[in-house]
């Protein structure tokens, strides 16, 4: 039981890229990184001021990480969890604004509010996450970078 117990202890471990110090728990160090900072921030301000134009959390993505970008995981991840939480954050702001109008509707087709939000915030991640690693990837075309 307690093999079981190291092993699960372990693979969340790699799998939230969390490190320990000093028996303190540190969060995931991209979530603090310039990058995941720039692309929610540039997601955000395009957001807000052009929300009809939703394709462009992708050419955010793409050209923070042009210009920001050092690793591929990283990149990913950055533009995955920044797209997500803009998105997700804006699809509640939304809902909040029209008392849940909107959604209330669309949940009487597709079943639960929750998962209609959940899903606007998974689209939102894949195309950040996506655009983000395009964006590495256009770089690392013309410069060395390290994978």
């Known amino acids: ?3 079981v117990r190291i092993c699960i202890n372990m693979c969340l471990k790699s799998i939230i890229f ?5 028996n303190k728990l540190i969060l995931p160090r991209f979530l603090f990184s310039m990058l995941f900072l720039v692309i ?6 395009t957001q807000y001021l052009l929300p009809n ?3 462009l959390i992708a050419v955010d993505c793409f050209l923070a990480t042009l210009l920001v970008g050092k690793k591929g995981w990283t990149a990913f991840l950055s533009g995955f969890l920044g797209g997500g939480l803009v998105w997700t954050s804006y699809a509640l702001l939304i ?9 209330g509707r669309m949940a009487q087709l597709f079943g639960r509010e929750l998962w209609i939000i959940i899903a606007t915030g998974f689209i ?3 195309m950040g996450g996506m655009s983000a690693l395009t964006g590495y990837y256009f770089k690392a075309m013309w410069e060395k970078v390290d994978d």
């Open 18 to 22: 969390c490190r320990k110090q000093k």
């Open 1 to 3: 039981m307690k093999n």
């Open 53 to 55: 134009w939703w394709w």
């Open 95 to 103: 809902n909040n604004q029209n008392e849940g109008l909107l959604l």
């Open 40 to 45: 929610v921030l540039f997601v955000f301000i």
């Open 124 to 126: 939102g991640a894949i």
